[in-house]
């Protein structure tokens, strides 16, 4: 018996020996290993930052409409601004461009598309007269605003159905026309006022809209809440006035205006005039004045005008030209605009500044955050349709 307990007991010691040995190897002779290299082992990948960096900025450039100024009859290349950030919105000027111009940037374009969910809009100003970019080879001179709206309503019909179905050959999204400010004695012969009389503007107006219309080109109804009595250019000054009712008129006709043609889609431009009912401040950089128009129709989309223009910069606080362009921008996104529209004499360095900071302020600020992811899911739907 005594030999049998004294025997488990040997074999218990070997057992416990045996498994101390298989995972802490106590009897084993020491190997000196070489400290691991493990950087120069990996292989260099993208930083996942600046990778969710740059889809961040092609998401935030949705809101910026932004200048393209082409010369005719040159190979039309992209700008690499437009390339590396893909903005939702391009607007087209030039002097007198013609169809293959517009056709090699369709070309451009179309490679371009293929990469996003979003395809890049390209717009023109087309108030027609002197200064219609659109004027060149396979284009009509469009007459003046002015001059149009004094050509009997059958003219009229038929000078705007030509020019849409011409813009609509070279793909044209969108137009920053017509204008619906009501002109007074003092501005009347101003040729991108239509007339003094706020139902002549409503009428031709309204057929301008429709011919657009017809062909899928969307009409940007300008300048929120009428300029008309404005006898200053904001391009060198701010300048406040005093709304009347009659400078309201045209846009509520048109934005009430339930005639499937015209109520398809609908946007307007809102100006950086200075309203006196809204304290003097900038109308598209005010809540309240904002507000005025979206509240006729809250599906409008709400394009700010030119944030170069020098009126933007204007601090009402100081009376001096201070704000930054990036200043500007954030104001008008808070104030309740959906497309920022940046003129041509904003370079690209400067949009890449505010881009970053839209970055900044996405990832910081969430009540811009939600005014930004709005106005995404609007301009989107708008694209859809």
Known sequence: MRNTLFLIAVLSMI???AVANYFFQPFAPRKTTKPATLITQITPT???TNESTK??????AQLFLVPLVLTPQTKTDLPQWIKANRPGMILISGHKLDVPTLDQLNQALAKLNQKQPEPIWTGVINDGGEEQSLSGEGFTPLPSWRRLCHLSPHQAKTELASAAAE???VKINFVLSPSLDVATSSTALNPHLCSTNANRVTRYAMDYISAMNKVGILSVLKHFPGTGRLKSDLTDKFATIKIAQTDLVPFKTVIDQEDQPISTKKAVLVSLVGVEQSGGMACALTPQCVKQIAAVNDELLLFTDDLSLKAARFDPQTKEYTRTLSQVARQAVVAGNNV???GDQVSYAQLDQVLNNF????QKDSQFKNKVDRSLVKISRFKSI
């Open 359 to 362: 970055v900044d302020w996405y």
């Open 340 to 342: 920022l529209y940046f």
């Open 46 to 48: 993208r930083s996942p």
């Open 55 to 60: 889809q961040l900025k092609i998401k935030l």
């Open 15 to 17: 057992a416990v020996l």
């Open 167 to 169: 813009l609509a050959n």
